[in-house]
């Protein structure tokens, strides 16, 4: 059985560490990361945290001075350690607000859970298979304060991979408020056309991914210019090749949506010399 870390104790899985009151459970307050761990180091673990710090201001926690990054990067190794998972492992850090009612919080504090989970040997190998998506038409993400954190109220995302199941696809796309490409419900969204990578921009509502962030300084290297826009529905259906990406896989290449089919030329020729850039 896999063990988890609650607020610096490590403890075997299956313990229960919060109680009915917890403002995480009632209100989703929190923040996560979704961090790969190859090798015993975690890639762009700078970037993540940097994030996550951010989010923490935004959602006004106030960490004490001894809650800091080395501390859980040094507590996250650990865990990976102890359940064997050094070689490749996906790491959940979730952070959220103890006890307390909407106004009257214990403290702001962050509380947090660490969690490790296998990843399998072809982790770092290009999807042979293209992925199936489509649109989810259902609920909108909007885009405001919010919109670029990953934070724990994750509702139209939940809702999108339960559409994506029943429909028999891999993932879903969310379309923001005014009908326009936000990103999937794992992954930011990349299209390319005519030698340029396109990408919804942060202002669509799109969660601010520390894979995007890291592609879009890499790319250009590569001959391929990256612009943030706002991108449509046609756009999508016009462009030659698309893929997805997150922090545990970086590309992922989509073969279909609807009666639209894509080709991964260009997205073959860049996946080695892309993944060798992240550290």
């Known amino acids: ?46 970037a993540h945290f940097a994030r996550l710090w951010k989010g923490m201001s935004v959602l006004k926690f106030k960490p004490g001075k001894h809650f800091g990054p080395e501390m859980l990067e040094e507590e996250i190794l650990a865990l990976a350690k102890k359940n064997g998972h050094l070689a490749a492992a996906r790491i959940r850090l979730t952070l959220f607000r103890g006890d307390g009612g909407l106004y009257d919080a214990v403290n702001h504090q962050p509380n947090y859970l660490i ?60 379309l923001n408020e005014h009908g326009r490409l936000c990103d999937t419900t794992i992954a930011n969204l990349y299209l390319l056309k005519e030698e340029t990578f396109y990408t919804p921009a942060l202002s669509e509502g799109c969660v601010a991914g520390v894979m995007r962030e890291h592609l879009n300084s890499q790319l250009p290297g590569l001959g391929y210019p990256v612009t943030e826009t706002l991108l449509t529905v046609d756009d999508l259906m016009q462009c030659e090749e698309a893929f997805l990406s997150n922090s545990i896989h970086p590309i992922r290449w989509v073969h279909r949506i609807g009666e639209k089919t894509f080709t991964n030329r260009t997205i073959q020729q860049i996946y080695h010399p892309l993944c060798s850039t992240i550290d």
């Not at 042979?128 to 509702?155: A, D, M, R, T, W």
């Open 1 to 46: 059985m896999n063990h988890f870390i609650f607020n610096g104790k490590m403890m075997p899985g299956g313990i229960p560490v919060i109680g009915a009151s917890n403002r995480g459970l009632r209100y989703g307050d929190g923040l996560f990361e979704t961090i790969k761990c190859v090798n015993a180091k975690l890639q762009l673990a700078n």
């Open 115 to 174: 969690e490790s989970m296998p990843l399998p040997e072809a982790h770092d190998l290009l999807n042979q298979n293209g992925l199936v998506l489509g649109i989810y038409p259902e609920v909108s993400k909007n885009s405001g304060l919010l919109s670029n954190l990953k934070h724990n109220n994750y509702l139209p995302y939940v809702l999108a991979a339960l559409y994506a199941k029943e429909q028999q696809w891999n993932d879903a796309i969310l």
